[in-house]
T-cell receptor, first 108, second 116 residues
Framework: DAKTTQPPSMDCAEGRAANLPCNHS???????VYWYRQIHSQGPQYIIH???NNETNEMASLIITEDRKSSTLILPHATLRDTAVYYC?????????FGAGTRLTVKP | DARVTQTPRHKVTEMGQEVTMRCQPI?????VFWYRQTMMQGLELLAY????????DSGMPKDRFSAEMPDATLATLKIQPSEPRDSAVYFC??????????????FGPGTRLTVL
């Protein structure tokens, strides 16, 4: 019972913004949207999370639609080191379920 | 630089043998998680602990898997007996609080297990 839907893969040119979409149409009012990424052979790494408002940190920005049914993770200036699998997760507690994610490839 | 550490990083064993994987959570974190990752199933949550007590291990095969936290600095995941289908990368993660919904999980580098 997948709670999020993401495209399986995306490409992005180095230096350009990478916009990764996520659909979570069945999200509940108290569920947060989290983004993690996993670089090859490493453990997942936290990127950002949000509930209703857009969020920004040193790594990325998170744009959540007003109805909260979808969100977009934005990497403003993608580098080759941003090549990874990006996971969008909705969670209300510590039970965090990873889907298949989006494999982002940043190309020179 | 606080990190979750896991040992061993790689383990090759034969079917039927006991396997023990260890995790040292970040000091001060009171929530510990075990995940398993395979190509077929992706990342699966096996179990998690808060303040050393198991909160949920519904994702773990009970007949052969066991998870414990002997103390606040050590979490273990044991497989006995191991089977080839247990071959996977096992990740440990820790978090600073058990109740807050907004806390991130910090993942270790994983233990790559191969059961022949």
């Amino acid at each position: 019972d997948a709670k999020t839907t993401q495209p399986p893969s995306m490409d992005c040119a180095e230096g350009r913004a990478a916009n990764l979409p996520c659909n979570h149409s069945t999200i509940s009012g108290n569920e947060y949207v989290y983004w993690y990424r996993q670089i090859h052979s490493q453990g997942p790494q936290y990127i950002i999370h949000g509930l209703k408002n857009n969020e920004t940190n040193e790594m990325a920005s998170l744009i959540i639609t007003e109805d909260r049914k979808s969100s977009t993770l934005i990497l403003p200036h993608a580098t080759l080191r941003d090549t990874a699998v990006y996971y969008c997760i909705v969670r209300v507690n510590n039970d965090m379920r990873f889907g298949a994610g989006t494999r982002l490839t940043v190309k020179p | 630089d606080a990190r979750v550490t896991q040992t061993p990083r790689h383990k090759v064993t034969e079917m039927g043998q006991e396997v023990t994987m260890r995790c040292q959570p970040i000091l001060g974190h009171n929530t510990v998680f075990w995940y398993r990752q395979t190509m077929m199933q992706g990342l699966e949550l096996l179990a998690y602990f808060r303040n050393r007590a198991p909160l949920d291990d519904s994702g773990m095969p009970k007949d052969r898997f066991s998870a414990e936290m002997p103390d606040a600095t050590l979490a273990t995941l044991k497989i006995q007996p191991s089977e080839p289908r247990d071959s996977a990368v096992y990740f440990c993660a820790s978090g600073p609080e058990g109740l807050a919904t907004y806390n991130e999980q910090f993942f270790g580098p994983g233990t790559r297990l191969t059961v022949l």
